[in-house]
Nanobody
């Protein structure tokens, strides 16, 4: 079992920066790959970024590559999503998810076993 709690969302303006946090707890948290997904109103949940359990492999959606950075603090059991140069199309509820079965398939939502409750990010123009 892994429990995930997102934080850091809010209202920002175009071009601003924001850092989301995903705090993990539970027996499998240390060995879990973690991904960030987002869902805008009326749209499907989309992959944003992912990091493997060791922090050595990362993967990004093309739409955020070069603007967002995912990282993890193993000691703090927290995964971060640094969002720079935000755009209105980044507005969504952001979810973190944990994959505990071993395979690293970062963009496949179906591979993730546990999900957080989400945090709202709104980018105002």
């Amino acid at each position: 079992q892994v429990q995930l709690v997102e934080s850091g969302g809010g209202l920002v303006q175009v071009g601003d920066s924001l850092r989301l946090s995903c705090s993990a707890s539970g027996g499998a948290a240390e060995s879990a790959h973690v991904g960030w997904f987002r869902q805008a109103p009326g749209k499907e949940r989309d992959f944003v970024a992912a990091i493997d359990w060791s922090g050595t492999r990362t993967h990004y959606a093309d739409s955020v590559k070069g603007r967002f950075t995912i990282s993890r603090d193993i000691d703090e059991a927290t995964v971060y999503l640094q969002m720079n140069s935000v755009k209105p199309e980044d507005t969504a509820v952001y979810y973190c998810a944990a994959e505990t079965q071993g395979g690293f398939f970062p963009s496949r939502a179906t591979e993730y076993d546990f999900w957080g409750q989400g945090t709202q990010v709104t980018v105002s123009s």
